[in-house]
């Protein structure tokens, strides 16, 4: 196999990682090809999360609801989604290319971390194998989500109101904004409107996050154009609905496996 993609993705990864804000992953290659939905609105120089791509949160999802939360004075998503990661490691075995990164406190913009400061350390591993992976809906009338059925959620769209999932094939037509709590399936899977969609393997996490911000939410977003509610899914794996807790000295290992169906 030509191995001048492994080169041109790990490069690839290293110069759109280090973006000195969240990730956004455009890769295009001879045998690989992984594009991620990134907003034509969003801010690409470090003042903001990037709107789009993976956005890697911790260490808490969305704002803390319980104010006395030691999580409570920081903003939603956390800080390491505003925060300058360094390269760690770059691997380059037979099929498939790594990269590694990290993230501690004296990378954290200090206004951040001194609303929850306590020591950590993250360990981010991106491996690419050579396939053709794409985020990109064309119609968002034409998305289909398997494998959430019987699960519970909290619907934020309606105040955080818990039902349980009975649709076999979730569609979405308005906002939508849900945390499906301790997912029963190992894989959630996505179609993106014809036969083709992408499987997203959970390793070690326990919930599923589904959200389109829809019309009037998209418009209020500077960093979202008006019209991409209708060509945009966020489908969001993490431990999301409970805190894990770590004694000192403790890890914690969580993941996502993204394929081609
Ligand atoms: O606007 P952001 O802070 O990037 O958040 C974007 C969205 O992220 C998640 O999907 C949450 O479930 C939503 O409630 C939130 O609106």
Redesign the pocket.
Known sequence: MDSRWKREALSEVLTELLLPTAFRIVFTFINVELTYHTSKNAILNGTK?I?GGI?LVFPQ??KAEDSSAPTAALP??GFA?NSKWEFLEGKDDDNEVTGIFTLSPSSVPSELYQKWPFPFKLLYTVILRPQSLSTFISDISKLKIHNLTNNVFTD?VANGARDTETREVITVNGEV?R?YEDVITEDVLVYCGDESGIRIKRVGVNDV?V?N?WLA?AAA?SDFGDDEYKEMI?V?LGNVSKYVRLAPGETWEGGQELSVI
Do not use: N
């Open positions: 999360a709107r956005p999802f969305g939603q998503h989604r934020k904004d945390v996050v959200w911000p939410k977003m966020c969001e």
